[in-house]
Structures are given as structure tokens and as C-alpha cells.
């Protein structure tokens, strides 16, 4: 079993594992490496919200990767009353499955006996979750939406496998939409540091606006081994950590926009030489 190895892993770690029933050993680290998805920072409209690194989870994201491997991602919408039948049908796949926090948890079908389905449970090796999960089809019906999303690994067929397929094959593309994100995402983000707002109101934008910066960002720049940006991400999380520890005691203190523009500024650095 391949177990998560950064922070919210879960959809690449079950890729590795669903590469690791065909016999490749790979990594969600790798995966995502290859997929070059540290260097990507986009803007989704539909929802108004910034993503970046582990949370970019499109097929075309997966699939940049899974080429060079020689499989294509296939993702397919499917209705809960179908739901049984298609996953038996796509053995090994992945789903995303209700946690009760109102999150999901991406987790792969391994094998179904009678009316148990068994997943995959992508976690950290040594905590204490279990590898596998089992659910009755009920179980299964209580933890899915009316549609779910089942993805599933098809192999390719050599004559139509790239000789390489990375980020550097569609850079200007990529690059051209993610600074044009960043340039966004920096407006809003020198509004928000310039803005003292309500705990509530932080908490609105808390995924939309503060994830990347705060969160997914300093994993992305550890993982490349960008120490001096990872450092400067870090200080900035802690400010914005410290917006959701409210003290009444004390004036709610401001983020330091200078230190934000300094790291938008080095990211922007990084993406154009990674590109070149």
C-alpha cells in the first residue's frame, strides 16, 4: 500500500495505489511533481476561488502526469442508484466519500464480496487510521451525493503514449493563466490584509481566498525544496493562523501586506524560470 506522504494527498495517493495494482511503483509525490502542479496557481470562476498545488484535481491535472506513465485518468459522473454497478464494473477506481464534516475523503475500491465494498483509505503510514474501510451498499448510500465523480485508470495504448508530457510542453499556457491568477489573487489578498474583518467574515473566505497562501502553498515550496520562500510562506500562515484565535484582550493585529507582496512577488520568479 502507498500511504500519504504531504499534506492532503488523498486523491494523488490513490492514484499511486491504483498505479501500484498495475505495477508501477510511484509515489503521489511523484505524481504530482510530474504534473508540475507546484507551478500552477489558478482562479476558478464558477466558485470564486483560488487553487494551487494539491488541490488542483482536474483529470487534465492528473493526466499530465499519468501519461508519462502510460494511462489516461478517466472521470465519470455517476447517479447514486447506479453507483454499485459501475464502481464493480471499474475495479480498482476512486471516490470521494463523505467524512461527516462535511469534507471528502478520496478513497479506492479494491474488491467487493456479497454486499461489502472495501476501500482503500489513504493515510499516513504510522498514525493510527485504518488501511482499509468497509461498507455496506446502505453504508455506501448514506456517504455519497445524488452524483458522485468515479475515477478510474485506462491504460494507453503505445502508439498513442508522448515521448514526454510535463509542464514544460504546455508552459506559456500554463504560465499565462497562473500569473494572470496570481495577479488576481494579489488584489484580493492586499484588499483583505488592508481590511480588518469579522471572524465570521474571515471564516467566509477561509478556503476560497486563505487556503493557498496559508496552507497548500508552503507544502507545494517544501516539496521543491524552496527553503527561503517556504520560510517567508510560514510567517504568513502563522499571521493568518492567529485570525482564528480571536483575543479579546487585544486588537485583532493586521497582516503583514509587505511580507505577502514579497512572496507573490519571488512565486511569480519561480513560475517564469520554471517555464523558461
Given at each position: 500500500m502507498k500511504y500519504m506522504t504531504f499534506q492532503n494527498s488523498c486523491s494523488f495517493c490513490c492514484l499511486a495505489n491504483m498505479l501500484e495494482k498495475y505495477g508501477l511503483d510511484i509515489s503521489d509525490r511523484?505524481?504530482?511533481m510530474d504534473a508540475g502542479l507546484p507551478y500552477i496557481f489558478r482562479y476558478d470562476s464558477a466558485s470564486d476561488t483560488f487553487l494551487t498545488g494539491a488541490?488542483?484535481?482536474?483529470?487534465?491535472?492528473?493526466n499530465r502526469a499519468l501519461r508519462q506513465y502510460g494511462f489516461l485518468f478517466?472521470?465519470?459522473?455517476?447517479?447514486?442508484e447506479a453507483l454499485t454497478t459501475f464502481l464493480s464494473a471499474h475495479v480498482p477506481c476512486m471516490i470521494g466519500l463523505s467524512c461527516g464534516n462535511g469534507?471528502?475523503?478520496?478513497?479506492?475500491l479494491t474488491r467487493l464480496?456479497?454486499?461489502?465494498?472495501?476501500?482503500?483509505?489513504p493515510h499516513r503510514e504510522h498514525d493510527e487510521e485504518p488501511d482499509e474501510i468497509a461498507l455496506t451498499t446502505a453504508d455506501l448510500s448514506t456517504r455519497v451525493d445524488e452524483e458522485s465523480h468515479v475515477g478510474y485508470l485506462k491504460p494507453m495504448d503505445n502508439k498513442d503514449r508522448p515521448q514526454s508530457e510535463n509542464l514544460r510542453d504546455s508552459a506559456p499556457a500554463e504560465l499565462s493563466k497562473s500569473l494572470q491568477a496570481l495577479t488576481l489573487y494579489e488584489e484580493r489578498m492586499?484588499?483583505?490584509c488592508q481590511n480588518l474583518l469579522s471572524l465570521a467574515e474571515i471564516l467566509a473566505i477561509r478556503d476560497s481566498l486563505l487556503r493557498p497562501i496559508a496552507l497548500d502553498l508552503p507544502v507545494m515550496m517544501e516539496l521543491i525544496g524552496e527553503i527561503d520562500l517556504h520560510s517567508r510562506l510560514l510567517l504568513f500562515q502563522k499571521q493568518i493562523f492567529a485570525l482564528f484565535r480571536p483575543d479579546e484582550e487585544k486588537n485583532p493585529q493586521a497582516l503583514d501586506l509587505a511580507l505577502f507582496c514579497e512572496i507573490i512577488e519571488n512565486y511569480k520568479k519561480l513560475l517564469s524560470y520554471h517555464a523558461g
Open positions: 511523484q505524481i504530482l488541490m488542483l484535481q482536474t483529470k487534465e491535472d492528473y478517466v472521470d465519470t459522473l455517476v447517479r447514486k469534507r471528502k475523503h478520496a478513497m479506492v464480496e456479497n454486499d461489502t465494498l472495501y476501500f482503500l483509505n492586499t484588499a483583505f
